[in-house]
């Protein structure tokens, strides 16, 4: 069988990978030269952006008799690449343009969630202007969350006492959002703890994998500016210490509802990957946000878990038919090497070496980085490489995951190396503890 892969990030990598485990043929459409997608390809389409390319990239799937797609980033999905392939027979892992406003619209999902009586968000308002936001905002005492209602690569986000100190400034950064030339939400700001569900979907069975919890902020501490993510985790267990048993079924149930109200509002099942983004409160599980498709870096800790035969699984959402999914009883740790000041100035001048000495403790995917003729890697403006570890516990995949790293150096990088630390999973606990 022949997959073709779209996307070139360290997701994709994974992806591929699984892929080639499974013993199928994988092409891949890619938008930077990562050395990974190439090494594991058996043909690539290079191309520079998507918008531009949905017909060159159609083409290329129909003369190589692709037999699957499964799409990662979000913009492929914006752009309704699973329309054109489904329009020529093509199986796809990845929601319709329609469905895929689960992620590309904010509004779209909270209003969904509304309608259907899921009453998981937090008190929300859209807006299209400036108009009503300042006295919304005193309506939430000050605490709040603003949110552009479109795609901006998880960094549209902005919270009321981290990156937005006073009201004026909360509209300032509301009005460049209407620079941008969409809407926006001002939200209730919730306080607990994040963590993230994705689950496995035919358009009518839902099978859940383990609970992972991502680290946006850039450094140590939960501080700096936020980004794709700078790592994450996951038990053995499948959930996470600081999460009880009813907040993980709780979470469960709200992806199994949302993917039904999909259905029932549409006439159309959601067939790709459902990735809630939660946090666990005081008043139960919320829903932050969803997104259509893997989770990056969630994608390693998973995949890397996964236990059924990938390929089966991707044939079988696109089908279907899916079936019980299995993944392994082990934690995972993953922790991204990124461009130093990655999140806000990323060095333009990072280089990647690579000591293969890693494999004895983990594996490594690459992510947006550039490999020339030579075999020297450069990193882009974003992150560079996700180095993944597994183990009975979380303690002893952190310490794979650090001796992994050791054998990772070069110029200009950086590494957010307290992801999975027993203090900082403490303090999640402890978090916890003091609000619930």
Do not use: W
């Not at 013993?23 to 290079?46: A, D, H, Q």
Request: charged share 20%; hydrophobic share 35%; aromatic share 8%.
């Amino acid at each position: 069988m022949n997959f073709l892969v779209i996307g070139s990030g360290a997701r994709e990598h994974i992806i591929a990978q699984k892929l080639i485990d499974a013993g199928v043929n994988v092409f891949s459409v890619i938008t930077n030269r990562n050395p990974g997608l190439i090494n594991l390809s058996k043909e690539f389409l290079f191309v520079n952006s998507y918008k531009s390319n949905i017909q060159k990239i159609v083409d290329f799937s129909l003369s190589k008799y692709i037999d699957c797609v499964v799409i990662g980033p979000e913009d492929p999905l914006a752009l309704g690449f699973s329309d054109s392939f489904l329009s020529k027979g093509i199986p796809v892992v990845g929601p319709t343009k329609l469905l895929a406003q689960i992620e590309t619209s904010k509004g779209f999902t909270r209003d969904l969630l509304a309608r259907n009586e899921i009453y998981v968000s937090p008190r929300y308002k859209r807006f299209n202007s400036i108009n009503g936001v300042e006295d919304f905002i005193k309506d939430l005492s000050d605490e709040y969350v603003v949110k552009y209602d479109g795609l901006m690569g998880g960094k549209g986000v902005k919270v009321s006492g981290e990156h937005l100190m006073t009201t004026q400034e909360a509209i300032s950064y509301c009005n460049q959002l209407i620079d941008l030339g969409g809407s926006f939400i001002v939200e209730e700001k919730l306080l607990g703890e994040e963590f993230s569900l994705m689950s496995f979907c035919d358009g009518k069975t839902v099978h859940h994998m383990p609970a992972v919890q991502d680290h946006k902020r850039a450094y140590d501490g939960d501080v700096g500016p936020n980004t794709g993510g700078m790592g994450c985790y996951t038990d053995s267990n499948h959930s996470l210490p600081f999460l009880t048993d009813n907040e993980l079924n709780q979470a469960m149930e709200i992806n199994e509802r949302v993917s039904t109200a999909l259905v029932n509002e549409y006439n159309e099942g959601y067939k790709g990957i459902l990735y809630g983004g939660f946090m666990a409160t005081r008043d139960g599980v919320k829903l932050i946000e969803y997104n259509a498709r893997f989770g990056d870096p969630e994608a390693m800790n998973l995949l890397t878990l996964l236990d059924s035969d990938f390929a089966s699984v991707c044939m079988s959402i696109a089908n279907g038919n899916l079936f019980d999914v299995k993944f392994r009883n082990e934690a995972s740790v993953c922790k991204y090497v990124v461009p130093r000041g990655y999140g806000s100035n990323p060095a333009n001048d990072a280089t990647l070496i690579v000591d293969d000495s890693y494999r004895e403790h983990s594996d490594l995917y690459y992510a947006a980085v550039n490999v020339n003729d030579s075999g020297d890697i450069t990193t882009t403006s974003s992150r560079a490489a996700a180095i993944v570890s597994t183990g009975h516990d979380i303690g002893t995949a952190e310490s794979r995951c650090e001796s992994g790293l050791s054998y990772i150096s070069g110029n200009n990088i950086f590494v957010r190396h307290d992801i999975a630390k027993p203090h900082l999973i403490d303090k999640r606990i402890q978090n916890m503890e003091s609000i619930r």
